[in-house]
């Protein structure tokens, strides 16, 4: 079961965000930066999914508590591109929308480089 993150109580209620909806976001602004092949899974999310504990998010993990975030991203990114030019811009992309969607705060994005496609190189 997904952990809540308490984000604010208003006069008609409180208002929940699940961590599985932050992780959705930080997957889909990571796979939409140039330079990023994939998100990949670790081999303990990959075992979960097959014993049939959890439906993982590939790639990410959030930590979040007293409404701060802290982010982890698995990357396998295209060959070519600067390594660090694409993790900056992943950690500037995910840490703005989370933010603006959640009002949380994001204290860090960390990236892991789990390697290098070489299949689709790109022309740079």
Not at 16 to 27: H, L
Not at 42 to 59: A, D, F, H, Q
Not at 93 to 111: A, G, H, P, Y
Request: charged share 30%; aromatic share 4%; net charge neutral.
């Amino acid at each position: 079961m997904s952990s809540n993150v308490f984000v604010e109580e208003k006069e008609y209620g409180t208002i929940r965000i699940s961590d599985e909806v932050i992780k959705t976001i930080a997957r889909r602004v990571a796979d939409n930066v140039e330079g990023v092949y994939s998100l990949t899974g670790s081999l303990s999310e990959g075992m979960n999914e097959k014993i049939g504990r959890k439906k993982m998010i590939k790639g990410v993990k959030a930590k979040i508590e007293d409404n701060k975030t802290i982010i982890s991203l698995n990357i396998k990114i295209n060959h070519g591109h600067k390594i660090p030019k694409v993790s900056y811009e992943i950690q500037e992309r995910v840490k703005s929308s989370i933010e603006n969607m959640t009002n949380l705060t994001v204290d860090s994005v960390d990236i892991y480089i789990q390697g290098i496609n070489f299949n689709e190189a790109s022309e740079l």
